[in-house]
C-alpha cells in the first residue's frame, strides 16, 4: 500500500482479554518494527523484523506479548491477559531494509479498563 | 546507559520565526532520524541523517557523528509545524532510541 496501515485505530478491551493488532507495512519493505508510547515511558522499541524472521525479541515487555509476521508483510502483536499498563498507542512502521529511514503508521490506541 | 537529550524541551515561536533544536546522544550511531509528531499523533520521517546535512524545504538538519549532536533548523516557521520533534539514533542494534523530544508551538 502507499502507506504503513494499523488497524484497528482504536480499542478498548477489558483487563484480562486477549487483544491483536494489525500492522500492514508498505509493500516492499522488508523490515517491519514495534514501538510503543505512552505519557509515562514515551517511545519505546518493542520488537522487529527482517522478512518474517524477529532476530531481536527483548523489548518485549513480559510474555504475555508475543508478535508474529507472515509472508513477509502482515505482522500481528498479539497481547495476552492484557493489564491495566499495558494501556497506550501502539506504533508499527516499516523501512525498506532494516537501518533505514522509517514510515509510521497512525497507531492503534489501546485502553484497557 | 545510552542517552538521548534534546534541547530546548519546550520553545514558543511567532509565526516567521527560525530556531534551531539540538539533539546530543551518547555513543557512536549506526543511523539518526528526525521525526515530527503532529497534535494528531502521527508521526512524520523528517530526515535520515546519520551523518552530514541535509536540506528538505524550510527544513535542514546536520549531523557531527564525530561530536555527537545532530541539529534541526526550522526556518520562516509555520503554524504547521507545531508539534514535538523526536530525535532517534540507533546505536547499531537495529533500534531507535528515541529522546523525550522537543516540544515546539508556533503562534500566528
Known amino acids: 500500500g502507499a502507506g504503513v496501515s494499523q488497524s484497528p485505530s482504536n480499542k478498548v478491551t477489558e483487563k484480562g482479554k486477549d487483544v491483536e493488532l494489525r500492522c500492514d507495512p508498505i509493500?516492499?519493505?522488508?523490515?517491519l518494527y514495534w514501538y510503543r508510547q505512552s505519557l509515562g515511558q514515551g517511545l519505546e522499541f518493542l520488537i522487529y523484523?527482517?522478512?518474517?524472521?524477529?532476530?531481536?525479541k527483548s523489548g518485549l515487555p513480559s510474555d504475555r506479548f508475543s508478535a508474529e509476521r507472515t509472508g513477509g508483510s502482515v505482522s500481528t502483536l498479539t497481547i495476552q491477559r492484557t493489564q491495566q499498563e499495558d494501556s497506550a498507542v501502539y506504533l508499527c512502521?516499516?523501512?525498506?531494509?532494516?537501518?533505514?529511514?522509517?514510515?509510521f503508521g497512525s497507531g492503534t490506541r489501546l485502553t484497557v479498563v | 546507559g545510552i542517552q538521548v537529550e534534546q534541547s530546548p524541551p519546550d520553545l514558543i515561536l511567532q509565526e516567521g520565526a527560525n530556531s534551531t533544536l539540538r539533539c546530543n546522544f551518547s555513543?557512536?550511531?549506526?543511523?539518526l532520524q528526525w521525526f515530527h509528531q503532529n497534535p494528531w499523533g502521527q508521526l512524520i520521517n523528517l530526515f535520515y541523517?546519520?551523518?552530514g546535512t541535509k536540506q528538505n524545504g524550510r527544513l535542514s538538519a546536520t549531523t557531527v557523528a564525530t561530536e555527537r549532536y545532530s541539529l534541526l533548523y526550522i526556518s520562516s516557521s509555520q503554524t504547521t509545524d507545531s508539534g514535538v520533534y523526536f530525535c532517534?539514533?540507533?546505536?547499531?542494534?537495529?533500534?531507535?532510541?528515541f529522546g523525550k523530544g522537543n516540544q515546539v508551538v508556533v503562534i500566528p
Open positions: 541523517i546519520p551523518s
Open positions: 532517534a539514533p540507533d546505536y547499531g542494534n537495529n533500534r531507535l532510541a
Open positions: 509493500s516492499g519493505h522488508t523490515a
Open positions: 512502521a516499516s523501512s525498506p531494509h532494516v537501518g533505514y529511514g522509517y514510515t
Open positions: 523484523f527482517q522478512g518474517n524472521s524477529a532476530p531481536d
Open positions: 555513543d557512536s550511531v549506526n543511523n
